[in-house]
DNA sequence: TAAGATAGTGACTGATTACTATCTAAAGTA
DNA sequence: TACTTTAGATAGTAATCAGTCACTATCTTA
């Protein structure tokens, strides 16, 4: 017995406006993103997402045939912004290494801003339901995997990565820690935070990475704040 | 319109048998863990377990009170085995340092030959629904990262670790490499094997950890197969 | 202001699925 | 062989959910 919530409910009820569909579909898209990140991508109901905007649930399937068009339609939005703040990122590097810890945090701060993404990613049930979610998370992954790559060249050539570090090899490496530290604070929840473990984290990728003189030789070429926590 | 399959079906239908409780609730478990793995967890009906072993929807319902508690057994299960891998791959190393690269790789081919496991792992539908099988595997993880930060600790002393790497981050980061590789080898499916990926990959975290000689000061202290792609 | 376009409603459908009664028959045991 | 136990069959139920469809209300435009 659910009441109908005569006045809560209602707060600007005559404002119930009929919208321009191309708005329509961005709330639409919003919505999902925001139940996704707080309930899991398949829990989300196409009811829950008309409730969250005051629609009813037929509504919905004006606007997209179907639910994995919403879920495409989300990824595509999510990729447009991760891609601009990761490249706004790696800009502001001062040489390729810089920037590619910079891009590093940017991603990781971003991920945690938008806790939908990695849920979307690691969900296997939607991307086995529909091909071109996968497609399109394939296509994400790589093009960002060539992007670290090339700058791993930049930063050999420069001199500040060793040589025999495989470009493609770090790329990758360089993902999964990423993927993995979502998904450890997903499963540890509250109990670790996300940037933090990064800010831990990072680091020994980089001494992996780099060209690094030890004390028993010479000098530190690079201080890089050692010791932190 | 589907066929009853009148013959194919009854291989041995007069063998229909009665089963022992505890060996049918293995047998469950074993039929769960097989068709997570090849379609994902979340798709797996109690009516695909029964028809997987050739009994009816209901009878499930005797060996276990509720399906999730059938996935609770099945973490369980593969907890052990993979522990005892794992160990067992860790007795085998000279040292700490490479304990901890036979423990990478065991736990990395054990993955691989149980696909079903980072499956469970990764479907935060399922440990959201369940705080049991959460809790077990936020358990399962921390007594494995503390056992790789005890063997992280001991290559410290042994001088073979830098005395700079936090012996926890490099534990988070190492089981963070594992699930990144896995959940990349599963969004690109057959394109990238896992334990390939594995072995470009697992040097660079080393290099990150150990005790390291550059070309420019003294000989290498020890030649680990280097360049091998 | 009349007409056409379309965002949104409300009620429905069909499929799926975890779980549950009630009955049947196969095993162990006296 | 009679009796008890219990694995399994049969046949449900209630809930959930994506997608449909005929209709209504609102907006735009001629």
Redesign the interface.
């Given at each position: 017995m659910r009441e109908e919530m005569t006045s809560t409910e209602g707060v600007d009820k005559p404002r119930r406006r009929r919208m321009d569909a191309g708005e329509r579909q961005e709330e639409i898209i919003r919505a999902a993103l925001d139940l996704a990140a707080s309930?899991?991508?398949?829990?989300v109901t196409t009811q829950d997402m008309a409730d969250a905007l005051g629609l009813t649930q037929g509504a919905i399937f004006r606007h997209f045939p179907t639910k994995d068009d919403i879920w495409l339609a989300a990824i595509h939005w999510v990729r447009g912004r991760l891609m601009k703040v990761v490249d706004a990122a790696a800009t502001k590097g001062e040489n390729p290494l810089d920037a590619l810890e910079k891009m590093f945090f940017a991603h990781v701060s971003f991920i945690a801003r938008h806790p939908a993404i990695p849920?979307m990613?690691?969900?296997?049930?939607l991307?086995?339901r529909d091909t071109r979610l996968?497609l399109l998370?394939?296509e994400i992954?790589t093009g960002y995997e060539a992007k670290i790559a090339g700058l791993l060249g930049q930063a050999k050539a420069a001199g500040l990565a060793?040589q025999?570090?495989?470009e493609?090899?770090?790329a990758?490496?360089f993902?999964?820690?990423?993927?993995?530290?979502v998904?450890?604070s997903?499963?540890?929840g509250g109990r670790r935070s996300l940037p933090e473990?990064a800010k831990?984290?990072f680091p020994?990728?980089?001494?992996?990475?780099r060209?690094?003189?030890?004390d028993?030789?010479?000098a530190r070429k690079t201080e890089v704040k050692?010791?932190g926590?």
């Open positions: 309930r899991g991508v398949e829990s849920r990613v690691f969900s296997d049930q991307l086995r996968k998370i394939q992954l060793r025999e570090v495989d493609d090899s770090a990758t490496l993902i999964g820690m990423i993927q993995g530290l998904l450890q997903s499963i540890f473990e831990k984290v020994i990728y980089l001494d992996g990475i060209v690094r003189v030890p028993s030789c010479h050692r010791g926590i």
